[in-house]
């Protein structure tokens, strides 16, 4: 229940929303300062159009399109809607207890990872800053201390992570093995991961723009998260990063067996679009499909850190503790870890290239159920 509105110039600023008190500006400052992360820029500046953006809370349903209405009246206003909300895309959190000590992952072997450590590509020659934006991730959990943390919410809760998936995609990518625990993530030798905590229940849409601007001022972004209606000014915002070579990686939804709605960001032009495969390298039954799907990656009961303190419908085992979880989110963490190995060892390449790299241009079959199969960690390595 929340709208969103541009005015049209500096000066005009929409009377009611200065009078109701309740407009805040989307974007304070050039780059958001606030938190332990201070993420810096490399991108030329952003128009003064988007400083120029507010988001009003109206309450409830009802009241949110009056006060809609009333904003498309208004001469002073530019543009104005409701946003669309963006949830993670875990499809279920597995009642199966995992293996104590990282156990038999085979999705592992699914994308010939074991394999891909063996490739001289596999030692990268540079670091690759990767943003994430998501529900944040448990600071005490121990196999977690490399991953830097930004918090954009203005109302967060009593944890770090509220909801366990951002802990879960961090461990993914960034995880480090323990005495007792012998997981580790796919990249944590290779990238700087940055999480921005900016999605919540309930949704929050400044926080999630600003978490989103942020996270897309590094090389590489994971976007575990999705939504069924576009949004103006997070395409905006993920235009002007493509536009500036960033990578952006999305996951395709978990809409599958109801009909595969298009879901966003991941549908937008020259976003990375991630299915997800069961054990079997079939679609995943949750999985969306779609003509803008990619590849596809493993997402059913995979492995990972969940937070140290008791999170619904999360269940875990040992200590530090992990726990599985499916859906194309962690489909999508898998292709970002291939990235960010890609971006290691050539930094200059280009997101065409990327794209072209993880297609493989020989040829392959492509399907809507799951773009051109299941990413191959090795092929896609041996071939930069």
Not at 49 to 72: I, K, M, N, P
Request: glycine share 10%; aromatic share 6%.
């Amino acid at each position: 229940d929340w709208a969103v509105a541009r005015r049209e110039t500096r000066a005009g600023v929409h009377r009611h929303l200065l009078d109701t008190q309740r407009a805040e500006p989307v974007f304070e400052s050039p780059v958001p300062a606030k938190g332990p992360l201070r993420v810096e820029s490399a991108r030329p500046p952003e128009s003064p159009s988007l400083q120029d953006f507010y988001v009003v809370r109206s309450g409830e349903t009802r009241a949110t399109h009056q006060l809609l209405e009333q904003l498309l009246e208004d001469d002073g206003v530019e543009l104005a809607y409701i946003a669309p909300p963006r949830f993670v895309q875990a499809s279920r959190r597995t009642s199966m207890v995992p293996p104590q000590g990282g156990g038999s992952q085979h999705w592992r072997q699914q994308i010939r990872w074991p394999q891909a450590r063996q490739l001289p590509q596999w030692k990268g020659k540079a670091t690759v800053e990767l943003g994430i934006v998501d529900s944040g991730f448990d600071h005490g959990h121990p196999q977690l201390t490399l991953p830097q943390f930004q918090q954009h919410l203005t109302s967060s809760g009593t944890v770090a992570d509220e909801s366990g998936h951002g802990t879960h995609i961090c461990g993914q990518l960034a995880a480090t093995a323990h005495a007792n625990n012998a997981f580790e993530g796919l990249v944590p030798d290779c990238a700087q991961v940055k999480m921005h905590c900016s999605l919540s229940d309930p949704y929050d849409p400044g926080a999630y723009y600003r978490g989103l601007r942020a996270a897309c001022a590094c090389r590489l972004v994971n976007l575990s998260l999705s939504g069924d209606t576009e949004d103006p000014l997070e395409t905006r915002l993920i235009a002007d990063a493509v536009a500036n070579n960033v990578v952006i990686i999305a996951a395709m939804g978990n809409e599958g067996e109801r009909g595969s709605p298009d879901q966003y960001p991941a549908r937008l032009p020259l976003v990375i679009a991630v299915g997800a495969v069961d054990g079997n390298g079939h679609r995943a039954s949750f999985s969306n499909e779609g003509n803008h799907i990619l590849i596809s990656a493993p997402g059913v009961d995979i492995l990972s850190t969940v937070p140290t303190y008791p999170v619904p419908n999360v269940a875990v085992t040992g200590q530090p503790p992990l726990g599985v979880m499916s859906g194309t989110s962690m489909a999508t963490a898998i292709v970002t870890a291939v990235v960010a190995r890609m971006l290691s060892f050539k930094p200059n390449l280009t997101l065409s290239q990327v794209i072209a790299g993880i297609r493989g241009d020989s040829g392959g079959i492509w399907s809507s159920e799951t773009g051109y199969g299941v990413i191959d960690a090795q092929a896609t390595l041996s071939a930069l």
